[in-house]
Each structure stands twice: as C-alpha cells, then as structure tokens.
C-alpha cells in the first residue's frame, strides 16, 4: 500500500477491519484480504487473524506516515505487511526521514519488525512506478510457470519490486525460499532480490 500525501483521507480502519471480520466468518479457514475495496480469497498459510492484524498493522503505518509532519509531498513509500514484517520500500529525500518512517513503524502495535528499504533519492516518476508493477507481475508470472517447488503455490508468495529490487515476504521453509528466490533472480529486469520471508523451520 502507497500512501499519497496530497490525498484527502486514509481509508476508515474500522470500514475496513469490518470487512475483513466478515469475510473471515464467512470463510473459515480461508483467508481473506482486501484488494481495492473487495474481497479475494487466496491460499495463505497465515491464520485469518493474522491476516486481518497485518492489515491492521499495515492501515496504521500508512496512517502514521501519512499524518506526520516530517514527511511530505516529496516522499514516496509503499508499505506491505506480512506476518508482523512491515517492509517500506520508495523514496525519501534525506537519512531523518528515513529513520523516522522506521521510528513510526516501529511505534504501531503487532509490528515485529520493520524492513527499512527506502531509497535517499527523488521521488520516483509515473514511468518508475508503471516498471515496477511490471516487474512484478513478470516475477508473480515466473513463478506460477516454473512452480520451484513441487506441490507448491507460488500465490502464497507476495513480490514487492521498487526500482529494479525484488522482494519475497511469505511464510516458507528455507528450502522453499531458497527456490522461489532463485526463479524471481532469473526474471529479465531484476537486478537483486531480498528475501524478507517468515521462516517456518
């Protein structure tokens, strides 16, 4: 989730968390997430409150960002929540602002830990952004296809790519990140990969 500065609100957390509860009644043991105001059913290890706390978590770093006064409209940072791991990847304009967007991760209830990835650096344009959800799709698309792992769903894996970097989070053994790292390393345009995965072993 990308947070715009210039935007007029954050989403409601309580609208949110609320779709979020419902979707896990209804599903089960099936997790749901929200994707652009709907609701997807996707194969995820994580138990539905886990994933409805690391929606949580993810609504309120980009809430905290967001309404801080040390950053602005200069600044671009995407946020992504899985398992506790807030990951921030974009681009601020100096190392204070870098420290505090840890700082105001750090600060949010359930947060584990926090991947600080944010480049010191202009803020990237439209074309940086457009080649970045095209490198991941491209990534995602990669590893449906070659499947690194028999028996494997490549869905549970989320990829997160900002200029040129790929990054993996998910809940895996070390063997099967170890896989899904080297297919996501041989995709054209990826220049590194890190992996920020949740280990099960």
Request: glycine share 8%; proline share 2%.
């Amino acid at each position: 989730m990308s947070y715009p500065r210039n935007a007029a609100s954050v989403p409601g957390l309580a609208q949110r968390l609320l779709i979020l509860m419902l979707c896990g009644t209804l599903l089960g043991g099936c997790a749901a997430v929200v994707a652009g105001g709907a609701a997807v059913v996707v194969t995820d290890r994580r138990s539905t409150g886990t994933v409805i706390d690391d929606q949580t978590v993810e609504i309120k770093v980009v809430d905290r960002l967001h309404s801080d006064p040390g950053l602005d409209a200069d600044d671009h940072i995407k946020v992504e929540v899985y398992n506790g791991i807030v990951l921030l990847v974009g681009e601020v304009q100096n190392a204070a602002k870098k420290r505090l967007a840890t700082e105001l991760a750090e600060a949010v209830e359930n947060t584990e830990r926090v991947v600080n990835e944010l480049e010191v650096t202009e803020r990237a344009g439209m074309g940086g952004k457009l080649d970045n959800t095209w490198l991941t799709t491209k990534v995602n698309a990669a590893l449906v296809k070659d499947n690194p792992v028999p028996g494997f769903d490549a869905t549970r894996i989320k990829v997160v790519s900002a200029r040129n970097n790929v990054y993996l989070m998910g809940l895996v053994t070390r063997e099967e990140g170890d896989a899904v790292a080297e297919v996501a390393r041989n995709v054209s345009g990826v220049d590194r990969v890190i992996k920020v995965f949740s280990y099960m072993d």
